[in-house]
């Protein structure tokens, strides 16, 4: 469907079947399987967003069928706004140290995925119990976690959050209400994923997910 280096005129999203994505990082030397593709996802964006040859080769694995958008379509629906949003957050996802050990063209493309919300110094996002939908990073502000250990009981705070940390991961991971509340110390910044997206970009990173668990639990047996 596209070979690497040459001019990009298509974006494709997949209708059915699977494809398979190869970069050639050195001349002569073998390309590196990057992903697949299946129904639903699509590729080939990145050489019209910045008119840049393409920067991968993607092969049909089985029969497809595919769906294509042209360039002059792509610069009239998606092309600003999808450089807008990926810019705004470029440097704010750098900063988030979970997504460190995402490939940097994966990282970018949570910016096509993101929300933004607002809070006020004093307003829950997220109350213990309720039912949890979204995934949260913090893009500016301080936050505090409440937790209430046995009903009846105050709730204690058990940790705090600043820029770059995230949240409200275990309700979309384990299918649980939300665990604790999280409440604003100041006016907050937060970006969110919703659940599906969450799992599609961040399943990857489910063993650092669950790592990072384990200073809920310390802080349990405190
Ligand atoms: P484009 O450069 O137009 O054509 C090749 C496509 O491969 C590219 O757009 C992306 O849609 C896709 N791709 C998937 N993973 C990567 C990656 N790691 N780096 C570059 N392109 C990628
Ligand atoms: P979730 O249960 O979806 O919503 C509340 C979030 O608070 C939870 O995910 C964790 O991200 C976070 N959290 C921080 N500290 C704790 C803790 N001690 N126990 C449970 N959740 C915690």
Redesign the pocket.
């Known amino acids: 469907m596209i070979k690497q280096g040459d001019d990009g005129g298509e974006l494709y999203i997949v209708d059915s079947g699977e494809l398979d994505c190869m970069k050639l990082f050195k001349p002569n030397k073998d390309p590196t399987h990057l992903k697949d593709y299946h129904p639903g996802e699509s590729f080939g964006e990145l050489s019209l967003l910045y008119n840049a040859p393409r920067a991968a080769s993607i092969q049909a694995k089985t029969e497809c069928t595919l769906w294509a958008l042209d360039r002059e379509c792509f610069n009239n629906i998606v092309k600003d706004a999808a450089i807008k949003r990926r810019d705004r957050y470029e440097s704010f996802l750098k900063k988030v140290e979970l997504l460190d050990t995402m490939d940097p063209y994966e990282r970018m493309q949570l910016a096509d995925g993101l929300q933004s919300h607002k809070f006020k110094a004093g307003e829950y996002v997220?109350k213990q119990g309720d039912p949890?939908d979204k995934f949260f990073m913090v893009e500016e502000g301080n936050l505090v976690?409440l937790?209430v250990d046995k009903p009846g009981e105050a709730p204690k705070e058990?940790?705090n959050y600043k820029e770059g940390d995230y949240?409200?991961?275990?309700?979309?991971l384990k299918n649980i209400p939300?665990?604790?509340s999280?409440q604003c110390k100041t006016d907050v910044r937060l970006v969110s994923l919703d659940k599906e997206s969450f799992k599609r970009m961040l399943g990857p990173l489910d063993d650092i997910l669950k790592r990072n668990e384990a200073r809920?639990q310390k802080?349990?047996q405190k």
């Open positions: 997220v949890g976690v937790k058990v940790y949240f409200g991961e275990l309700a979309l939300r665990q604790a999280i809920y802080y349990a």
